[in-house]
């Protein structure tokens, strides 16, 4: 919005990895009503354990057995350790379990960044990052030249929950991949698969929340749009559905623009309590 002048209100799709949310759960995909001062949370992707708090950022597969716990229940998800989880010990994920079930050190997640993160390993690509967002861009780059338009996963659009905010259900996500990894399915074609998922996602969650709001001006931004293969399968599907659709050019949409954003922030809400004053 600061990058691109915007007044008034829009539709936000934020999707990162973590970040602070304001319930005491770590957010990063987050369907959001915005002006420059104010925002209403609409919807964000569903919440997954992240066992060791950090160490599941640094260690994907940690993350990917949070997910498979999610979509299948422990038992059955032992069954399913497709990709780099095949190298993981059954003591290592009885741990995490223990984590996720004892809520220690296991906080809860619903960053987009971490959906990526796991798929990745699934999908025998990534299970370790040495560096911030390494699992996301060797995804990506895994793709190759797959086309864009295959068809998605299926995911689902939970109703409210109790802080009214509605759920995008990834557990069914997660399923497709792993049973295209067990099909043998190729590497690049379940890479360009989950992109062109999660780009239906983010355009079924925009209609849900211009249907809600009757904005049709959406904003994009957070690392996640740092993905061109993400961003070119989603942003002209948005415009052909009538969004008006506003994208970084100039500042970075990961945490380097964060510093701009503060300060277009609290430039707003300072006017606003100047004005309250006169």
């Not at 979509?71 to 994920?93: L, P």
Request: proline share 4%; glycine share 12%.
């Amino acid at each position: 919005m600061a990058e691109n002048g915007l007044e008034g209100e829009v539709i936000g799709l934020a999707m990162d990895g973590t970040g602070y949310g304001l319930d005491g759960t770590v957010w990063g995909g987050e369907v959001l009503r915005a002006s420059a001062a104010e925002f209403t949370r609409l919807g964000h992707l569903a919440y997954v354990a992240l066992p060791g708090g950090d160490a599941a950022v640094e260690h994907p597969v940690r993350t990917a057995w949070a997910f498979l716990v999610m979509a299948y229940g422990e038992e059955e998800a032992a069954r399913h350790c497709v990709g780099r989880m095949a190298g993981t010990s059954a003591g290592d994920r009885a741990f995490w379990s223990q984590l996720i079930a004892k809520r220690v050190n296991a906080p809860q997640a619903c960053g987009m960044g971490r959906l990526f993160d796991a798929v990745s390993v699934l999908a025998d690509v990534c299970e370790s990052s040495t560096y911030e967002g390494q699992a996301a861009v060797e995804l990506e780059g895994a793709a190759g030249e797959a086309p864009d338009d295959l068809a998605p996963y299926e995911f689902a659009m939970a109703a409210e929950t109790p802080s009214r905010a509605w759920v995008i259900d990834t557990a069914p996500v997660i399923r497709g991949v792993v049973a295209d990894v067990e099909a043998g399915r190729p590497r690049p074609q379940t890479s360009a698969r989950f992109h062109a998922t999660a780009a239906a996602m983010l355009r079924e969650a925009a209609q849900r929340a211009r249907r809600e709001s009757g904005l049709t001006r959406l904003a994009l931004a957070g690392g996640c749009f740092a993905n061109d293969r993400l961003v070119r399968g989603l942003a002209p599907a948005l415009e052909a559905d009538g969004f008006q659709v506003y994208a970084h050019r100039e500042v970075s949409p990961s945490d380097g623009g964060i510093a701009l954003g503060q300060a277009y922030v609290a430039a707003a809400r300072l006017r606003a309590e100047m004005k309250s004053h006169t």
